[in-house]
């Protein structure tokens, strides 16, 4: 790197320039195209920022923002190495980066469940200091899920379920591809970070995001990261529906008579493979019937999977809108961004889901 060096064009000003109109501009904050100096919201990073999140969660905002970026360039690289061994099976590997990691609050264990333990706990605190604490939908989910866990498992049919799930390499597969998936969305952390601004900010600050845009230009991949965690989390909506079904029915196959509100097919799915066919969107409908559970499914919208991937979709860089043929009047990058956000606290959760049913599974859990 000793060799090269990179110049810039620039104009040098004079003491007597005008000063006003100089604006300092961060990318990844949302600004506006006309500011000029010290013109309020918009015109600066630090000022914007302290106008959007005002004195009483700035301090919040900026404790996220660096909390994130630190999880994502320190904690995330371990804990996905961590788990790739535990994947693997590499035991060796696993003991060594786990002690590395935990340093004397890691207790080497030999069981399948105590390994899944370390893995996800590992990842699962990487992921939490990525993603802020004001929004509840995926806290009382998880919440209300493991309730429904832990009652289930008392039932053979939902044991045979987890282990049938595992026997059949799904588990396997799913929690790879959940862990690739993820680690695309960390390494383009900073193109979605600022999506925290819709959860942190207050109620009676929301609109003046409508006037700010960020100098951005990354449209293609926060479509692909949409609809990549947007399919892989839908793949995780069986055991979501096979617990539900053990609490109602007893069986983790058995959906009964009624047929979630909204939905206009006239029988509910004969089993879990059934309902695997069925599309998202309908899938998804059978989630959110559940209460608790409709905050979390709110974060996977099939609508904007749709709109985002339509051949005509693109980025309005003049307007700062999202638009396409069928959708003309556009949604706004910032809150694209927004949605990316919420699409990867979706993501974390499914590692937690996909860690019940590891534990369920195990050999040493089954008597």
Known sequence: MDTFKVEFEATQLSDDANHEMIVTVDPNVPSRYESVTFDGLGSGPSLTLLMLAGNDRIQDLMMCLSRGNYAAENLWPQARRLYEYYLEGDWVRFSKIAEESFGDEWTRGETTHERAAVAHHAVGTALANMIDDHHEASSIFMGRFLRKHMAAIQNDRYRAFAVAESE?????????????????????????????????????????????????????????????GFEIACKFLRYLVAVQNVIKRGDPELFGVDVPAGLTRKNNPTGIASFEKMANADKLHYVSAVPGWEGWVSLLSNKTRNDIGHATARHDLRRGLIVSSENPAGIPYLDMVAKVYGVFDVLATCFQIVRQIRVVSSPDFID
């Not at 790879?176 to 993820?182: A, F, G, H, Q, Y």
């Not at 009676?204 to 006037?211: S, T």
């Open 168 to 228: 059949s390499g799904r588990i396997s597969a799913l929690q790879r591809s959940l862990l690739d998936v993820t680690d695309h969305f960390v390494q383009r952390f900073e193109c979605w970070t600022m999506g925290v601004l819709g959860r942190v900010i207050p109620d009676e600050n929301r609109e003046a995001l409508a006037d700010l845009r960020l100098f951005r230009d990354e449209f293609d991949t926060l479509r692909d990261l949409y609809q990549q």
